[in-house]
């Protein structure tokens, strides 16, 4: 189970909308909603340096003033470059006289924001250059491109080596992942993934004509339908692909989390994926059932425009996203050919999705793509006055025209310029009870200005009061925020919330998340989490570094190592080889044996062997269990009579332990049978573990 972190990220962003008195998008009234939500912006660090040497106080400054919580700064692009200084690679850095990383944060954190250092991963002109043999293999034409083999070795452990400095040498609160995925299902065609799929079963040439059935004008089913259809190869590419993209993510994760663990570590993901598993999978062998292991959340990327699409697809994504299980900040297209109504009724949709029964917990905000590419536009009403002051903050081109058109039941009757708008503009009455300010570059580039109207009508503070539309040589966009002048202003001044971390649990001395490393054990599964938490625990590991075998039969000598952990593997002086036949002195398991036999919760066979490898049984398990809290002293005293039908089956020596068990409700029998000669799993043992 993974700990919603919308009220951890709840303080920062209610603090920051107290500092300002800014209500984010949509409903001014809906205190609650804007308190919990995220609302983000990615930027490049180039645009910052771009913006003049204060060009992150500037920015960020008017981040602030909209109420945005979340920046996620590209610090390294598709090019390889790195937008930060303090790197053992500064040939790698796109520029040595200024530490944009650094240069965010200072103008971040003062003001309740968090800064995510936005990585693009997979794709890599600078290391593709250096490294060619790590390249993905066109299926057509070679090693044509920059993108990088997920599972080459020498990679992650570069980009390894990426997250690991920028969580040492800067104060980042997340680490967000780009282009963590194939670009294309014709990549991915070297002969070592060849010989990987055919190890895994897979048919290749049938494989090559699907392909070339879809991509190449060949003859036969294509690739997608054949997934589609269940066919067992196109399902081994898809498990192909998705498995080296989660192998490589994980590699990264578990070198951020070693540095930092409590980091945020998010991700954005293409949004067709989540609506076609076929195109997903194979296509990019990203999954968003994958995503849901892997990161605190995910940015479906749902670029209406783009893909030729409307409001309601783009909650469709976000469902989709949150029906597999993934917290999800939507990401929305603020760049062309998005309006400010295209983006006010995205953000509306993602509102009521924050305010569902159903989707509400998972939904947490919304993160726009990206800085400078749309306007702003914040709106201050006074009920009390019938006035309305529209602050306009332009990151592009000159403005030509400002357009407000007020929520229904409101007409404007007058309008002016208040300040850094042109002389020359005009002020035009037009239909539907709207106004309009326009003229000749009415409003200059990387400018701000501030308009005033005169309205009509009563107000309802449970809508947007307007929408502000804005057109450079075509329409363009803004993001509207609001803002109620009628309510008083506390005069306490506010210190800013320190930046909040999510914090997961897979049990309840958990106090973060792990990554889960074993491919056999998957979310839906019933002992998921009492695996998750023995291992997160260090009662239990796997059987390798990526298969737990929960279905596997437990061995005497995996069980007292489990008790030997839950001691705090103290020292031990008994030496097991010489106690126990069987028993190798450089055995993984040797001196939990001797810890056992010293403490007398392991006794042995008369012959003298231990048996290592035997499986335990149900009796066996439970009576180390109870020698176990013996020897730490805790009351075993309880008794319950073994009232089921194979009770005669229990053997003398576990008959003490079976009836405590019963009593402590450890066991309750199945069908009215102990089973005490039953195996034991690995997984049994791991759902023991997390009830004691």
Not at 146 to 160: F, V
Request: hydrophobic share 40%; glycine share 8%; net charge negative.
């Amino acid at each position: 189970m993974r700990k919603s972190i919308l009220s951890r990220l709840c303080c920062v962003v209610l603090c920051c909308a107290l500092m300002i008195g800014v209500m984010p998008a949509a409903f001014a009234a809906d205190t609650e909603s804007s308190g919990k939500e995220i609302i983000g912006e990615w930027i490049w660090a180039s645009t910052v340096a771009d913006a003049g040497e204060d060009g992150a106080e500037k920015l960020i400054g008017r981040c602030a003033e909209m109420g945005v919580t979340d920046l996620y700064l590209l610090v390294k692009g598709t090019g390889g470059t790195l937008g930060y200084l303090k790197t053992q690679y500064p040939d790698n850095c796109s520029r040595t006289d200024r530490d944009v990383l650094q240069e965010v944060i200072d103008a971040a954190h003062p003001r309740g924001i968090r800064v995510h250092a936005w990585l693009c991963n997979m794709e890599d002109e600078l290391y593709k250059t250096a490294h060619p043999e790590s390249g993905m293999w066109h299926y057509v034409r070679e090693r044509d491109n920059n993108r990088i083999n997920p599972y080459d070795e020498g990679y992650q452990a570069y980009m390894s080596s990426i997250v690991t400095e920028l969580l040492t040498n800067y104060d980042i609160d997340g680490i967000h992942f780009d282009y963590i995925r194939y670009n294309h299902a014709c990549n991915g065609w070297s002969a070592t993934d060849k010989q990987n799929l055919a190890a895994l079963g897979a048919d290749v040439g049938h494989l090559q004509q699907m392909i070339e059935a879809e991509f190449y004008g060949g003859e036969g089913e294509s690739i997608f339908d054949a997934y589609n259809r269940g066919d067992r190869d196109a399902l081994l590419l898809a498990k192909y692909r998705r498995d080296n993209v989660v192998n490589y993510a994980k590699v990264i994760i578990a070198a951020a989390r070693a540095v930092k663990p409590e980091i945020i570590i998010s991700a954005a993901l293409q949004p067709d994926g989540v609506l076609d598993p076929a195109f997903g999978n194979i296509h990019y062998g990203q999954s968003y059932e994958d995503a849901v292991e892997l990161y605190d959340y995910i940015c479906p990327m749902a670029y209406s425009g783009d893909f030729k699409k409307d409001a309601a697809w783009v909650s469709s994504v976000a469902e989709a996203a949150i029906k597999e299980g993934n917290q999800v900040v939507v990401g929305l297209q603020a760049y062309d050919p998005a309006t400010s109504k295209n983006l006010m009724d995205e953000v509306n949709v993602v509102k009521q999705l924050e305010k569902s029964a159903e989707y509400g917990e998972q939904t947490l905000g919304y993160a726009l793509f990206r800085t400078t590419q749309f306007g702003y536009a914040k709106v201050s009403y006074d009920t009390g006055k019938n006035e309305m002051t529209v602050k306009v903050i332009n990151p592009g081109g000159a403005y030509q025209w400002v357009q407000v058109e007020l929520q229904d039941g409101l007409t404007a009757i007058s309008g002016e310029v208040v300040e850094g708008f042109a002389a020359d503009t005009t002020v035009e009455l037009v239909e539907g009870g709207a106004i309009k300010f326009s003229g000749t570059d009415m409003l200059a580039a990387d400018s701000e200005g501030t308009l005033r109207l005169k309205y009509e009508g009563t107000l309802n503070p449970d809508e947007a009061p307007a929408l502000v539309r804005i057109y450079i040589t075509n329409e363009s966009r803004a993001l509207n925020v609001y803002e109620d002048v009628t309510k008083p202003v506390d005069p306490t001044p506010v210190v800013p919330t320190p930046i909040i971390r999510p914090e997961h649990w897979f049990g309840a001395s958990v106090a973060h998340p792990v990554v889960n490393p074993f491919r056999d054990v998957s979310k839906g599964s019933w002992y998921y989490d009492d695996v998750m938490y023995a291992f997160e625990n260090g009662l239990m590991n796997g059987v390798s570094t990526t298969r737990f075998a929960p279905e596997k039969a437990l061995t005497r000598a995996e069980l007292v190592t489990v008790l030997y952990r839950m001691a705090d593997s103290p020292a031990v002086s008994a030496d097991a080889a010489r106690v126990f036949s069987d028993v190798s002195a450089g055995a993984w398991y040797a001196g939990a044996v001797g810890w056992g036999y010293e403490t007398g919760i392991v006794k042995g066979y008369s012959n003298g062997t231990f048996a290592p490898d035997a499986e335990v049984t149900r009796e066996e398990m439970i009576t180390f269990l109870y020698r176990y809290y013996q020897m730490q002293g805790e009351d075993v005293s309880a008794s319950a009579a073994l009232n089921f039908s194979d009770a005669g089956n229990v053997n003398t020596f576990a008959l003490d332990a079976m009836r405590w068990a019963v009593a402590e409700g450890i066991l309750t029998g199945s069908e009215g049978r102990l089973l005490p000669k039953g195996q034991t799993t690995r997984a049994q043992m791991a759902a023991v573990l997390s009830r004691l």
